[in-house]
């Protein structure tokens, strides 16, 4: 997502959180012509995905602390997010990896 920021920025299409998650979900699942099986958390569609925490890395958490709204979160967790940030992982609905405290 860092990596698409970046190049929007180049060509003067600004991107917050919410359009960057969107690119990386169901805007890509659109591209493939796959929106109808993956790309949201929709009941009968295929799921993989992780849950993550905005406050697991010190700067991370720095930077979210204040957030008001959710595009500010999103955005630092797509810029400033790691694997740090991960705190499960699941692939066909199913948790395979969970972090421990």
Do not use: C, N, W
Request: hydrophobic share 45%; no cysteine.
């Amino acid at each position: 997502m860092d990596e698409t920021y970046k190049f929007g920025a180049q060509i003067k299409y600004p991107m917050d959180g919410i359009k960057l998650f969107y690119l990386a979900t169901l805007g890509a699942a659109a591209a493939m012509g796959l929106e109808g099986v993956i790309g949201s958390l929709q009941r009968g569609h295929e799921a993989d995905f992780v849950v993550l925490d905005p406050a697991a890395a010190p700067v991370l958490a720095y930077r979210t602390r204040e957030s008001r709204v959710i595009s500010d979160v999103l955005f630092a967790l797509a810029l400033l997010g790691d694997d740090r940030a991960v705190t499960a992982t699941y692939v066909g609905g199913r948790l395979v990896h969970e972090r421990q405290q």
